[in-house]
């Protein structure tokens, strides 16, 4: 006779245990486990390179995983080559973007097909460049408005970085809403000390930190910026007198839209900590960088508004 094989209440539970995980597939390994890059989509050394390498650093740290700041500037194309590569790879975090405020404002509405509809979800902005307009000590005028009435009667040359600049953007709307001109405007690759001694240019929109070291010998007439400046705290901001341009150059960190909210969540962990620290507000007390944390919600209603700001700007400036 055959034997009968008696299974245990025991073995039977722990049989179908073994069946079920069986079913499921392996067990999904917990994030992070393989390298993270954090993109950075222009060349190294600037504000956002220097703080997004802080996060990477203390990413490393927390999650002993490999974690590198990977430059991608995109010279003529801006910051939107480095845009796209965050946009094509898999929304698993471990491809995060670290940009400025034309990627999610303006990247999907210029005809950027990997960009469009917008891919990208904030998890924090941490960083406000502190863009300011200034002008040289002994200038006839010593606020916006007394630059605006001086520039009726004369001719005032603007040097900025580029027209696409949000700043420069900023600069040139204000003037329209102040009813005068620029007599001139130029693009230059660097406007600091030199540029005002010079006269190169009457007025330029720079960041503070290129003028500290004359910072005695020139007249800050605002800052580009959605807080004043803590070192230059009689600066007003350009919301103060126009609020139709309360708008700032920042930096922040994204994801592309199907990335796992645990996985977000590990991500923000450490950047709110890192810009927070010493070695961080250090940075700022030293550039004029303004250096916080804004959460995701508030970063996302903060990207809506500039959309709309920067759309009543360029209907100014047609």
Not at 99 to 120: E, N, R, S, W, Y
Not at 152 to 164: I, P, S, Y
Request: with cysteine; glycine share 8%; aromatic share 8%.
């Amino acid at each position: 006779m055959p034997t009968k094989r008696i299974v245990s209440g025991a073995s039977a539970l722990a049989m179908t245990a073994l069946a079920m995980t069986a079913l499921a597939g392996p067990a999904l390994a917990e994030y992070p486990e393989k390298p993270v890059n954090f993109i950075v989509p222009w060349p190294p050394g600037d504000l956002e390179d220097v703080l997004t390498r802080m996060i990477a650093e203390d990413f490393q740290a927390e999650y002993g995983v490999a974690a590198a700041v990977v430059n991608k500037p995109g010279g003529g194309g801006g910051p939107f080559p480095g845009a796209i590569e965050v946009a094509n790879a898999p929304a698993d975090g471990y491809t995060i973007g670290s940009f400025v405020i034309g990627v999610p404002v303006v990247g999907h509405q210029i005809d950027i097909a990997p960009l469009t509809p917008a891919k990208f979800d904030p998890l924090g902005i941490f960083l406000t460049y502190p863009f300011v307009i200034a002008t040289s000590g002994d200038a006839p005028y010593s606020s916006m408005e007394e630059l605006a009435a001086y520039a009726k009667e004369n001719e005032v040359a603007l040097g900025h970085f580029g027209d696409v600049l949000t700043p420069t953007q900023v600069t040139k709307a204000f003037a329209v809403n102040a009813g005068f001109e620029w007599g001139s405007d130029a693009a230059f690759d660097a406007l600091d000390c030199n540029t005002l001694a010079s006269g190169d240019a009457d007025v330029i929109n720079t960041t503070l930190q290129l003028i500290l070291p004359c910072l005695d010998d020139v007249k800050v007439l605002v800052a580009i910026t959605d807080e004043r400046i803590p070192l230059v705290p009689d600066a007003p901001t350009i919301g103060e007198l126009d609020e139709s341009l309360n708008i700032a150059l920042w930096n922040g960190l994204f994801v592309t839209k199907d990335t796992p909210q645990d996985v977000r969540d590990k991500i923000i962990a450490v950047a709110e900590k890192t810009v927070k620290s010493e070695r961080a507000q250090n940075v700022a007390k030293e550039t004029g960088a303004l250096v916080y944390w804004q959460g995701a919600d508030e970063s996302a209603q903060r990207i809506e508004t500039d959309i709309e700001t920067v759309a009543r700007i360029g209907e100014l400036l047609q």
